[in-house]
């Protein structure tokens, strides 16, 4: 065979494993469990990190303010030194919604070996702790909540030991409008859910851990036990850090997809989605050059190599890459249809997922050279130079 043909069949392979052997990550049926509802209603304390939200606030907050909660809930919102009036506004939204209650508080700029989001997070939890809560929603400034959201979730959550969950997390449903978030968004959650099985992640036993840091449940007595925040204080990717964290400490996590979560933040532009991949796209590599290489080829061959060889078989007459570079295109599209359901888009960008791919391969690459510019992650005026991956378990 040629070398094209090889390369094809190599795909191919790699295609049949994924499709079968990595959790069946491209299914989405991991949906919040359902229980009945509990005896007892367990108090919850809602956590909000946000720095310069005003703009979001007005969609997101009253969602939490009004929550269907039968047991006792409240709200503390951590203005993290924000220059447009987040903490003000949260006040405003609150006097006009009524709902739960809300307390706003603004902790000061992070010390030094803490990322802004944990640093707001350990003030917002450690006052929220002085309520003695059962549960700890930890949720993002631009996340919007259906009114039952924190009911569902605690009941998902069930009792304290073997047959409850200590860690409940639900990935937002993100915005799909702009045509740049109708071609990247989905592939965000697919290449996402790839790396981290859902299924794998629920698994009792399973060594994969991973959340999504907009919707969070926390047991707090696992959050003790852990020693979140303080003991991911650097991670820049702190959800995946936050999961690890709570299953080495002996908890059992649940991670899916969200039906009445959903994240209101707009990237209109591929220069929107660009910073918010390659802002952290090289801590998850751990800032390793061999790892960014191997990614780099990884994805070349399992992406771009389909499309290319069966476009190549064609026009040299090579039968056995045309064959298999197809086949493996088409199982590549086939895996990425029920993501695209999901988000209710048509299906046939499914195969443009090669071209995606790319420009998800040119992020990561991008990542890496911000950091050895000195760059770091950057988020809202704040540059990290050498931040924390998640840490291994």
Request: hydrophobic letters at 50%.
């Amino acid at each position: 065979m040629s070398a094209v043909a090889w390369i094809a069949v190599g795909s191919l392979v790699v295609w049949v494993w994924l499709l079968l052997g990595q959790g069946f990550f491209w299914r989405t049926d991991q949906r919040l469990p359902r229980r009945g509802d509990p005896e007892h209603w367990p108090s919850v304390a809602v956590v909000v990190p946000a720095r310069d939200e005003a703009e979001m606030l007005p969609v997101s907050l009253p969602s939490l303010l009004a929550q269907d909660y039968p047991g006792e809930a409240e709200i503390f919102l951590v203005d993290d030194c924000s220059g447009d009036g987040t903490g003000e506004l949260a006040r405003a939204l609150s006097a006009r919604c009524g709902g739960l209650p809300l307390t706003v508080v603004t902790p000061g700029e992070p010390e030094p070996g803490w990322t802004g989001k944990l640093w707001a997070l350990r003030h917002g939890m450690a006052l929220a702790q002085q309520r003695r809560p059962e549960f700890l929603l930890l949720t993002d400034a631009d996340i919007a909540h259906a009114p039952d959201s924190l009911r569902e979730l605690v009941a998902a959550a069930g009792p304290e030991g073997e047959d409850g969950f200590d860690l409940v997390s639900q990935m937002a449903r993100l915005r799909v409008t702009s045509a740049w978030e109708r071609l990247v968004v989905p592939a965000f959650v697919y290449f996402f859910g790839q790396l981290y099985p859902f299924r794998r992640v629920n698994a009792r036993g399973s060594r994969t851990a991973a959340a999504a840091g907009g919707c969070v449940l926390l047991r707090a007595a696992a959050a003790e036990r852990a020693r979140v925040p303080e003991s991911i204080r650097q991670a820049v990717i702190d959800d995946v850090s936050l999961a690890r964290a709570v299953r080495r400490g002996g908890g059992r996590i649940w991670l899916g997809l969200a039906d009445r979560v959903d994240s209101v933040r707009p990237y209109p532009r591929l220069a929107d989605l660009w910073d918010m991949v390659a802002r952290s796209a090289y801590a998850q590599l751990r800032h390793s050059p061999v790892l960014l290489a191997g990614t780099v080829l990884g994805l070349g061959l399992v992406y771009v190599a389909p499309p290319v060889t069966l476009v190549t078989g064609l026009l040299t007459g090579d039968p056995v890459a045309a064959v298999a570079g197809g086949a493996a295109w088409a199982v590549m599209a086939g895996t990425y249809v029920p993501m695209l359901g999901y988000y209710r888009q048509p299906l046939w960008p499914a195969l443009l997922l090669p071209f995606t791919a790319v420009l998800y391969l040119l992020m990561t690459v991008d990542s890496a050279v911000r950091h050895h510019r000195g760059l770091g992650a950057a988020w809202k005026g704040r540059t990290y130079a050498r931040p924390e991956a998640a840490p291994e378990p």
